[in-house]
């Protein structure tokens, strides 16, 4: 009679789950695609026209509802958006002021998936030194937030 070899049971395939993309897409959960498409339109333009009327609104106002205390924003700006631009800021400003569920960077960094170690609350520290705005931070801090900036 042969004697059978009965092979030695196999580890489970290791599954490496990345907790940051698994939080990231459990905020998404907590938005509507309008909500989210309008925060992303409004980082858009201020990523492409931080320099213009419309981008520097758009900047501004990210800015206020990322820290309106070191970052005020006047109403009377969004009389600069267009009809599009304006759409996405009132989504934005009632979905943050009605149902935040996080900060408008984590917000950010879920729909666009930013990796860990990086974030778009550098990117808007940024924004706003390059915007000598009051309340900026410091210039020896800018290498540092540029490494980290989504």
């Known amino acids: 009679m042969l004697a059978t070899q009965i092979a030695a049971p196999q580890a489970a395939?290791?599954?490496q789950v990345d907790t940051r993309r698994a939080y990231q897409l459990a905020t998404l959960a907590h938005y509507s695609q309008?909500?989210?498409?309008?925060?992303?339109?409004l980082f858009d333009a201020g990523q492409r026209m931080l320099d213009t009327g419309?981008?520097?609104?758009?900047?501004r106002l990210l800015l206020g509802i990322y820290n309106g205390d070191?970052?005020?924003f006047d109403l009377t700006d969004l009389r600069r958006l267009d009809d599009r631009l304006h759409d996405a800021a009132m989504t934005v400003l009632y979905m943050d002021s009605r149902s935040t569920y996080v900060e408008i960077h984590v917000l950010l960094d879920a729909i666009l998936a930013v990796p860990s170690g990086k974030s778009t609350g550098n990117t808007l520290e940024l924004w706003?030194?390059?915007?000598?705005?009051k309340g900026r931070c410091k210039k020896e801090c800018l290498p540092d937030l540029k490494a980290r900036a989504a």
Request: proline share 8%; net charge positive.
């Open 13 to 15: 395939p290791t599954i």
């Open 34 to 41: 309008q909500q989210q498409e309008a925060a992303l339109h």
């Open 54 to 59: 419309g981008g520097g609104t758009c900047g």
């Open 70 to 72: 070191r970052f005020p």
């Open 128 to 133: 706003a030194h390059r915007m000598v705005l």
